[in-house]
């Protein structure tokens, strides 16, 4: 008698050497079975932080968060981590959207982040101590100031994003070095054919590789399609970037500026997008121009704080 050591079946011929349904070699029924060994392939992503994530769309469900690291210098590597993705709704007229991206090399490509949500937490308005910003021009028509209210976009248990509200100003800022926190207005708040403003300053005088500064013409889904002016009072300069999937994209890259106000003080930062240009002004001196062919239409506003600095918003305006 022989038997097939892979799926057990016995033969009484022991002429025949070979199982007739896998073709494994027969052995002689009263032998041992051969031991099988396993192998366990070594596990390459031993932080659980960057497990795949898991979507979700639900309007309903708690906000989470998700990174993506850049690329370095010599090689390309993605990992993406989640905790959840969610939106919920409220009546402060603003939805914020939040997300983290891992600095790289300086450079035309650097990647960026999978998105997450988040909404209001409340719809308080702004103090008597918040004033609006001072450009006005004589020859503009735009006239009709839209004003966002960003004491409802403070998270008091986000894992990735600090953010707080007081004296009128919005302070926010990402938890870890070389990632950037990011929030954008509910798609009616659209910066087409607008002036879109928001007065900042670094509260603690840190350093920044990436820098903060204004979100404009950018898609209600973020880092899909829009841009960034970004400045760093620091060192006196600024940078132009525009988003695309997984890609964030200098446009100007880091500039010295003299419009720049140095340190702790505060700058206005001002996108006019009028026709095919985006004319890009700080403290009311125009620094560049950029064409507008990668903004996003009836794309939304929002701020953007980079490299763990401490950055006090407020202000933030659309002029139609």
Request: proline share 4%.
């Amino acid at each position: 008698m022989k038997i097939c050591p892979t799926c057990r079946r016995t033969y009484a011929d022991d002429a025949l050497n070979f199982c007739l349904e896998d073709g494994t070699v027969l052995t002689v029924a009263n032998e041992p079975p051969p031991t099988v060994m396993m192998h366990q392939p070594a596990q390459t992503s031993p932080n659980p932080q960057f497990a795949q994530p898991s979507i979700q769309t639900s309007w309903d469900a708690k906000p989470g968060y998700s990174m993506q690291p850049k690329r370095s210098s010599k090689a390309w590597m993605w990992v993406v981590g989640i905790l959840g993705i969610g939106l919920l709704l409220c009546g402060g007229g603003v939805v914020g959207f939040i997300f983290l991206a891992a600095m790289g090399e300086t450079g035309d490509n650097a990647n960026s982040v999978s998105i997450a949500n988040s909404s209001n937490s409340s719809s308080n308005s702004w103090g008597s101590n918040s004033s609006s910003n001072s450009w006005e021009s004589k020859n503009d028509s735009r006239t009709k100031v839209e004003k966002i209210d960003l004491s409802g976009w403070v998270r008091t248990n986000s894992d990735i994003g600090i953010t707080e509200f007081r004296n009128g100003e919005f302070f926010m800022s990402s938890k870890r070095k070389g990632y950037y926190y990011v929030l954008v207005a509910k798609p009616e708040y659209s910066t087409e054919s607008a002036v879109t403003s928001v007065t900042l300053r670094n509260v603690d005088n840190a350093d920044s590789q990436l820098g903060y500064g204004l979100i404009f013409l950018s898609d209600p889904v973020p880092l899909q399609k829009g841009y960034a002016f970004l400045i760093d009072t620091k060192n006196q300069k600024y940078r132009v970037v525009r988003h695309a999937p997984r890609q964030e994209i200098d446009l100007v890259k880091w500039a010295g500026s003299t419009a720049i106000r140095s340190g702790m003080q505060e700058n206005t930062l001002r996108a006019d997008h009028k026709g095919d240009n985006i004319d890009l002004y700080i403290n009311d001196q125009k620094v560049t121009t950029i064409k507008n062919t990668h903004g996003y239409r009836g794309g939304v506003a929002g701020i953007y704080s980079g490299d763990a600095a401490r950055i006090a918003f407020k202000d933030l305006e659309i002029r139609k």
